[in-house]
């Protein structure tokens, strides 16, 4: 199953005047259900409750992954978009464009004795995932790790968020230009 969803997220990848563009994978059914196979795969058997995506990829991988992992799905969103009841925030370490983005999550979204999983589509600095992390810890809630499309970080912030990847970003087809 990995293997196969390597194959069509290289196949489906593109660069477009210098940024990522995964949006193919999504256009095509069954490289959809492919990757979202992948990023389950590794956590299948890790007892996830529930599974978080940032805002706005995350929300689709990430609902899509909880439906295969039969968990419930969390919104992380960013900045002010609507996200009714008590919630928590966090401001991310600053990202590849040095950019923070403030993070929130509704409280009640998560409790104590949930297995949490991450899913996003790529991870470069990993700046998003510990805020998330620490929101999930401070609901009771337990880390399960990260799983995303394309993984572009270090080993050392890999081993601590438990990333798993479909590809890695080294394995992607040169930039252009």
């Known amino acids: 199953m990995m293997s196969h969803a390597r194959g069509l997220a290289l196949e489906r990848f593109r660069w477009i005047g210098g940024h990522a563009d995964v949006w193919q994978i999504f256009r095509d059914p069954g490289a959809l259900a492919a990757v979202v196979g992948g990023l389950a795969g590794p956590f299948r058997d890790d007892g996830v409750t529930a599974v978080c995506g940032i805002e706005s990829r995350g929300f689709l991988l990430g609902a899509a992954v909880a439906v295969e992992l039969g968990a419930g799905f969390v919104a992380v969103r960013k900045g002010e978009g609507i996200l009714p009841g008590d919630k928590l925030t966090r401001r991310s370490d600053p990202d590849y464009r040095g950019t923070r983005q ?41 880390w399960a790790g990260c799983t995303v499309i394309v993984d572009q970080t270090t080993p050392a912030r890999r081993a601590d968020l438990g990333v798993r990847s479909i590809v890695t970003a080294a394995e992607l087809p040169a930039r252009e230009g």
């Open 102 to 142: 403030e993070l929130r999550l509704q409280r009640a979204a998560v409790g104590p004795g949930d297995r949490v999983l991450l899913v996003d589509d790529w991870i470069e600095t990993g700046s998003q995932a510990p805020a998330v992390r620490s929101m999930v810890e401070q609901c009771g809630g337990l």
